[in-house]
């Protein structure tokens, strides 16, 4: 397969109507199709037009109607060619280049200035940005403008068209406006209702069982069922029958923006004021609203292993990050966590006295050294993915992009299929996608690839997938803790680095951290599988510096730590 490139060399303006002018490289395109598509491949917008003469192209794009008849809608868009295969397009040195600018003297100075600091991408980002184009009401407002900046993304590493469109609230009229109104004020009124009924109930639990210590109590708002830490956690109680000792409970949601059933309404608080031990795997908003009992236990089993992106109060002054005088997680009175290296950092996660972070090890890890698991596990899901047996087995396993799970998205086009493909072919390997649940947008590849790549996403388990894994390739995921215990190969695919350090950041340097590779773009990722590249060298100083211990007791540990030293 030749390498092939759609390389953009000017952009150029005709009243709302752009022109992307340029040239393919190195092989012929029969029939290409020209469109704009956003990171999350939700939009696509065809071209209004192409010309295409020997190796150089011409596509127009219409502002005004390219959306079905409708404006191009605010988003960040991709310049897509789709021929046999797919091609994002590419800035020429020739585009980037400011010399080809008429600047004015205070321009000239900017990008001196610009030049000085050494930052490549802001320098051709200031270049780019004299190829866009603003349009304002009636040529002066201030409040209503349509902008159009073309620009190299450091989100994704890519050549991009922003599209911004700035316009005052639309005004409702008097009906609208009044029915708004009411709705807002019930809604209101109907939360200050029923949260005045749960610390009600909450706080007649608690005052009337005072001096019960018999009741434990799991609860998630991000779990339905007994699962992760909190299934190891019961499955040690049982064994070592706390369940004759203790009236177990359980009390779960799906997900966060659920709703309780009405039963559950009533029951949630009176437990939670009755329970002397409090189990949580997550954030968990309910409990920091209200006063616990002075020997309550609030106990946090973090559902990540380790220490790896920041959260909570390491947030602070970041995008979704709490602020100081927020109560949320204060009140856990233990965390248990893999290693000592992680009591400084969830301890200034969750705003908690180091002293209450206790290394027992994390629960679910305990499957690892269970050899009987192990093969029963193996045995499933080789029934389930019978074409796995007798292949090399990659993961790709990343996590997602985008603000939350109302935003999340993969951008599946930094995945060359087709060289993926052929990798797959040659060393009689085969590709599971276990993508972040999160992630809105659905992975698509061509029918004739199927027999190399999988997709597992629904599959809940990823910690089972790791038993029949050979090799995986992840980015910042916290996954990479469990898998480095079977001390097998892993490849980062890094695109996004930098973007990803300034908006999340990590508790350690990301280059020294992690315990294998780093690759930056596609092509290193397929030359370090052909050449078994992955600097596995790292990944014993890895599990010796995150986990305390490796012998599948974690769940005895914490157990113990938590009810026998009650006694």
């Not at 996608?433 to 027999?451: D, E, I, S």
């Not at 350090?501 to 930056?520: A, C, N």
Request: with cysteine.
């Amino acid at each position: 397969m030749k390498e092939r490139k759609v390389v953009i060399e000017n952009i150029r303006w005709e009243r709302v109507q752009f022109f992307i002018e340029g040239r393919f490289l190195d092989g012929d395109f029969s029939s290409p199709e020209f469109y704009l598509r956003n990171l999350d491949e939700s939009k696509v917008m065809t071209a209004n037009e192409v010309n295409i003469e020997g190796d150089k192209f011409s596509a127009r794009f219409s502002l005004s109607n390219i959306n079905n008849g409708n404006y191009l809608p605010e988003d960040d868009y991709l310049i897509v060619v789709e021929d046999e295969y797919t091609y994002i397009a590419q800035t020429s040195e020739t585009l980037l280049d400011a010399s080809k600018l008429e600047l004015t003297n205070d321009e000239q100075e900017t990008l001196n200035e610009i030049i000085e600091l050494g930052d490549e991408n802001t320098i051709h980002n200031f270049v780019l940005s004299y190829y866009g184009k603003e349009f304002k009401r009636s040529g002066t407002s201030k409040s209503t403008v349509y902008t159009v900046t073309p620009m190299l993304s450091t989100e994704v590493n890519e050549f991009l068209l922003s599209i911004s469109f700035k316009q005052p609230k639309e005004k409702l009229d008097f009906y609208e406006a009044t029915m708004k109104s009411i709705r807002r004020n019930y809604n209101k009124t109907s939360f200050s209702i029923r949260d005045f009924i749960f610390h009600l109930i909450f706080n007649w639990s608690k005052y009337r069982n005072k001096n019960n210590t018999k009741d434990v109590l799991f609860t998630s708002d991000s779990r339905a069922e007994m699962s992760g830490n909190f299934e190891y956690i019961f499955r040690e109680m049982i064994r070592q029958d706390k369940d004759k000792e203790y009236n177990i409970h359980q009390q779960f949601k799906r997900h966060i923006t659920d709703r309780r059933n009405f039963f559950d309404k009533f029951k949630f608080p009176y437990l939670l004021g009755k329970s002397k031990y409090i189990f949580v795997d997550d954030f968990h908003p309910m409990i920091y609203r209200v006063n616990f009992r002075k020997d309550q236990e609030i106990i946090q089993v973090w559902h990540a292993v380790g220490t790896f992106k920041t959260f909570g109060y390491s947030r602070v002054g970041k995008s979704g990050g709490n602020f100081f005088n927020t109560r949320s997680h204060r009140n856990y009175t233990k965390v248990y966590v893999s290693a000592e290296n992680d009591i400084p950092y969830y301890a200034e996660a969750f705003g908690i006295k180091e002293s209450n972070v206790i290394p027992t090890g994390v629960p679910r890890t305990d499957i690892f050294f269970n050899d009987k698991y192990e093969k029963k596990v193996t045995k499933e899901l080789y029934s389930i993915y019978p074409q796995i047996k007798d292949k090399q087995v990659i993961l790709f396993a990343p996590t997602f992009r985008g603000n939350g799970h109302n935003s999340a998205y993969y951008p599946f086009f930094k995945i060359d299929f087709a060289k993926l493909a052929k990798y797959c072919e040659e060393s009689n390997s085969v590709v599971l996608f276990k993508m972040h649940p999160f992630v809105r947008n659905k992975l698509k590849f061509p029918k004739k690839y199927n027999k190399y790549f999988i997709d597992i996403s629904s599959y809940r388990e990823v910690n089972n997938i790791l038993f029949i894994t050979d090799i995986l390739i992840s980015d910042y995921s916290s996954l990479v803790y469990e898998f480095s215990l079977f001390k097998k190969p892993m490849l980062f695919y890094a695109y996004d680095l930098e973007d990803y350090v300034s908006k999340r950041d990590f508790y350690e340097t990301y280059t020294d951290f992690v315990p294998g590779k780093i690759v930056q773009d596609f092509d290193e990722l397929i030359t370090s599988l052909y050449n078994k590249d992955f600097e596995e060298e790292k990944i014993t100083n890895f599990i010796n510096k995150h986990f305390k211990y490796t012998d599948g007791r974690s769940s005895e540990r914490l157990v113990n730590d938590v009810f026998n030293k009650e006694k």
